[in-house]
């Protein structure tokens, strides 16, 4: 269960982000104040903050500073009117990770603090995200070879490239355009039928039945 500190100087905001938060199984501490919130913040093990910037006494930048002085390392989410588009700035600048400007909606503050609480964890991830695999084709990204099965099988970088793509979007129709500015890039001669032509070097290299064509839309790997 994630920890979630709230500084927040607001009754009414705090109130409704910790019955938000605890809806959804997170375990929620408030501070009032930013003397508190340092204390809190440093003697506790808090995954992730939601720090409104006006505090009284010390407001939310020096909080952050003086946070991510003292080493807090956890993903910090600012709470900003929306008028005080200038703090953002400085806010990146003293380590936040995030900003939502007031008033905002709940679901979206949710959708950032889980998205930073999963790439807070991707370390642990990111090995197993090396190496991809479809049916019994596997992708090393560190070591850039391919095998189908137990044989290996000589890509070029594009072909590889590409592959990539399709295994990093499996069942996903992908039109030529796409496909073309993700591996080939944007200067590409769009009417060219590059696509068509690597992904024929997929086929014959991985599996004709692999990726499909999508009549007037594009491919798709095939799930
Ligand atoms: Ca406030």
Do not use: C
């Amino acid at each position: 269960m994630s920890r979630i500190l709230i500084i927040e100087d607001e009754a009414r905001i705090s109130s409704f982000l910790e019955k938000g938060f605890q809806s959804n199984g997170f375990t929620t501490s408030v501070a009032r104040n930013g003397r508190e919130a340092v204390e809190l913040a440093i003697g506790n093990d808090f995954e992730l903050i939601i720090l409104d910037l006006g505090l009284p006494g010390k407001d939310g930048f020096t909080v952050l500073e003086e946070l991510r002085g003292q080493g807090a390392q956890m993903p910090i989410i600012i709470l900003t009117a929306r008028d005080e588009l200038h703090d953002k700035i400085s806010g990146f600048e003293s380590g936040a990770d995030d900003y939502v400007t007031k008033p905002f909606r709940f679901e979206e503050l949710l959708a950032r603090v889980r998205a930073r609480l999963r790439s807070s964890t991707t370390t642990a991830t990111a090995e197993a995200e090396m190496v991809l695999k479809f049916r019994d084709i596997i992708l090393d990204l560190r070591t850039r070879r391919v095998k189908v099965g137990a044989s290996p099988i000589e890509l070029s970088a594009r072909e590889f490239t590409l592959a990539e793509t399709f295994f990093r979007h499996p069942d996903q129709v992908l039109s030529r355009e796409q496909l073309l500015n993700h591996v080939w890039g944007y200067d590409y001669d769009p009417g060219s039928n590059i696509v068509d032509v690597y992904v024929g070097y997929l086929r014959k290299k991985l599996g004709e039945g692999l990726i499909e064509t999508v009549r007037g839309m594009g491919y798709r790997l095939k799930m």
